[in-house]
């Protein structure tokens, strides 16, 4: 049988991926990953050390592979042409995990993240692979990066970034799971939020009753959330596209059933990710 290769495996939502094809027992299930020994994987997986940035280290993990899960974890797609011309020797399709914000309508998107994935979708439909494209709104798991903060002061501080549908990244895994074993979904194109649209405030409100005490959100101007992020360490270039992307995204009133559709179950609240995750906020 033709195994299935999930790329980002120890991510926040490529982790997920890989446990809901173990738990479904589809298919043989590969993952690359840059350090092997520290992946934690599922036993039955086959996991296979890469690098993205570098086509050559995925032959191993592509020979035999026929259909791969995309995440690219970089914030330009330069790279991308190389990776797929890789996976087209291999596999016969990709299932591409991009963002609900692209806009299919516009010539430029209006922050580099988007315009990142705009330019991985029209490069993947290119690449003459089999493609479905998962479109996901803002994903549950980002709240992780609040732990440390509310941990510490009760309180996460930031820039505001316009109110969406947080969808629970187990519904992407589901969905994922659904296209990556079966026929029918080539060509399509998939939005995947939450049942509803909550601001940040609303999420970091919703922390805090998972935990069972208050937790508050203080937004913060760009200016100071710059500084402050670069004092951090993180990289100028990243630190530019989030904050592009709190200053120019507008509010998403989208809600899509999507999810119930594929899966047949609803799709779950943000409220129901934070309670699952209470102890990492604790």
Do not use: C
């Amino acid at each position: 049988m033709s195994e299935i290769l999930v790329t980002g495996a120890t991510g926040n939502v490529g982790r997920v991926v890989v446990e809901e094809l173990v738990a479904a027992g589809a298919a043989p299930v590969r993952a690359v990953v840059r350090r092997p020994e520290a992946a934690g994987l599922p036993g039955e997986v086959r996991v296979f050390g890469g690098d993205l940035s570098r086509p050559e280290s995925l032959e191993a993990a592509l020979k035999g592979s026929d259909t791969v899960f995309l995440v690219w974890p970089f914030l330009t797609a330069e790279g991308a042409p190389a990776v797929l011309e890789a996976i087209a020797r291999q596999a016969r399709r990709v299932v591409y995990l991009s963002s609900s914000g692209v806009d299919d309508a516009a010539g430029r998107q209006t922050d580099p993240i988007n315009q990142l994935h705009a330019d991985m979708e029209r490069l993947i439909a290119a690449s003459g692979l089999g493609w479905t494209v998962l479109r996901a709104n803002t994903i549950a798991s980002n709240a992780r990066g609040w732990a440390e903060q509310i941990r510490a002061t009760d309180a996460v501080r930031g820039p505001d970034i316009a109110a969406t549908a947080v969808v629970h990244e187990r519904d992407i895994a589901a969905v994922a799971r659904r296209v990556l074993t079966e026929d029918g979904h080539e060509g399509a194109t998939y939005v995947l939020t939450g049942p509803e649209v909550l601001s940040r405030a609303e999420q970091v409100r919703a922390i805090g009753e998972a935990i069972g005490r208050p937790v508050r959100f203080e937004s913060v101007p760009v200016a100071v959330a710059r500084q402050r992020m670069l004092a951090d360490g993180r990289p100028p270039v990243l630190v530019e596209a989030l904050l592009a992307s709190a200053e120019s995204r507008s509010r998403s009133d989208v809600v899509t059933s999507t999810v119930e559709g594929l899966t047949g179950a609803p799709a779950r609240s943000f409220r129901t990710w934070a309670e699952e995750h209470a102890d990492i906020f604790r």
